[in-house]
């Protein structure tokens, strides 16, 4: 639901980095839901963790069909989501006595009479879920099983973050050599064009006339790429962390048309922009999206032709704002729109035959998933471009 809690931004960022929703069962956690179920004398005990539309069971234990296949139920049927929501545990002794969950499925259904769940909060202060025992007759929960439960809960968070430190140690290894790949890849064709510039100069070690500004050309074209290359390799190790605030969309619009106005112009291109006055604003890093919505626009002045049309036009619904950047220019084989996103593009037969070369629209994926949204990509042979993205709306203050 739009506006709750279980959407925010830094929670849900928690969950994506955790890895755990939809993941397979774990013995070690199979081992803790069976500890807990055991100790506190309880005929099921759950590790579930809270998505903004249902409830996964990462670890069950005494879960009846189909439950214990399908691990997930929708949130109506949820308890836990309670604790996520208090950040605090919750001690039912009788649920049916309890106004605030009679009348719930879980109780009318399932016939849930006694729970106790503990929150699982990372270290951030985020509650991804709860570690939680049911039964189906009345419990007086004791001080001491609420003592159990809660160290059984720190060891699920613990073993939750050992997880995160293996995946994010493979990850920057895997960075590493992702970085030496793309540097590779990417500082050929810039060096190759500063060594046939370099060459052409006279006996007297002259640079013909307008070479050395060609060559300060292709070395800021080549800090760009640089840029890139390192700003990809910290946003996807966390070594970049968004400042998440409210932005103005429609401000930074006009910004960043502002600032690719001369490039445009010498193209006589004619950027067409459409943005409502009342655009609601979003949820995002007004750094990084500046930098995310020029990327787009000079991609799209890249590749269209001298003379035409660029369109850019942003829209909304009840949770997200889409912004999408359109060229009209020969669009994209099915191949290369496939693989648009990633370091190394597909083998093409020059750079200047396909759109989008170089590691900018790597860079604005990483930067808008790192911030909560989505990216894509459709296109038209013969046609042109559209990039998009989307990102959660902004609460409403007051």
């Not at 613990?158 to 590779?184: G, I, P």
């Not at 500004?213 to 890139?228: G, S, T």
């Not at 471009?385 to 409403?396: D, G, K, N, V």
Request: aromatic share 6%; charged share 25%; net charge negative.
């Amino acid at each position: 639901m739009k506006g709750s809690p279980l959407d925010d931004p830094k929670r849900l960022a928690a969950l994506r980095r955790l890895a755990l929703l939809d993941s397979p069962p774990e013995e070690a956690l199979d081992h803790l839901t069976q500890a807990a179920a055991a100790l506190l004398h309880a005929p099921v005990a759950l590790c579930s963790i809270i998505a903004p539309d249902r409830q996964f069971f990462k670890s069950s234990f005494g879960l009846p069909e189909p439950f214990a296949s399908k691990r997930e139920t929708p949130l109506g049927y949820s308890f836990c989501q309670h604790v996520v929501l208090g950040l605090r545990p919750l001690i039912i002794p009788d649920a049916r006595q309890d106004p605030k969950f009679k009348d719930s499925p879980a109780v009318t259904e399932f016939k849930i009479v006694a729970y106790a769940g503990m929150p699982l909060i990372t270290p951030e202060g985020e509650a991804v879920g709860s570690f939680c025992v049911i039964d189906t007759k009345p419990r007086n929960w004791t001080t001491e099983e609420m003592s159990i439960l809660r160290e059984l809960a720190n060891m699920t968070m613990r073993e939750f973050q050992l997880k995160d430190m293996t995946r994010q140690v493979m990850r920057e290894h895997q960075a590493r050599q992702e970085l030496t790949d793309a540097l590779v890849e990417e500082l050929a064709e810039p060096l190759e064009r500063m060594s046939f510039v370099l060459q052409a100069a006279g006996p007297d070690g002259r640079l013909a006339e307008g070479a050395a500004e060609e060559a300060v050309e292709e070395i800021q074209r080549l800090k760009i790429r640089l840029n890139d290359i390192i700003d990809v390799a910290r946003l996807e190790t966390g070594r970049i962390e968004p400042e998440l605030k409210p932005v103005n969309l429609r401000h930074l619009l006009a910004i960043c048309l502002a600032r690719v106005e001369m490039f445009a112009g010498e193209k006589r291109i004619v950027i067409e922009a459409k943005a409502p006055e009342d655009l609601p604003r979003v949820t995002g890093d007004p750094t990084l999206l500046r930098r995310v919505i020029e990327n787009l626009l000079m991609h799209a002045i890249r590749f269209t032709d001298i003379g035409s049309l660029v369109y850019l036009e942003a829209a909304s619904d009840e949770e997200h704002v889409r912004l999408s950047v359109s060229d009209t220019g020969m669009g994209l084989t099915d191949e290369v729109r496939l693989g648009i996103f990633e370091k190394v593009l597909p083998e093409t037969p020059s750079a200047e035959s396909t759109p989008f070369s170089g590691l900018g629209l790597t860079y604005c994926r990483a930067a808008i998933e790192a911030q909560g949204g989505s990216i894509g990509v459709f296109s038209q042979e013969g046609v042109g471009t559209t990039i998009w993205f989307s990102l959660p709306r902004a609460a409403e203050s007051g």
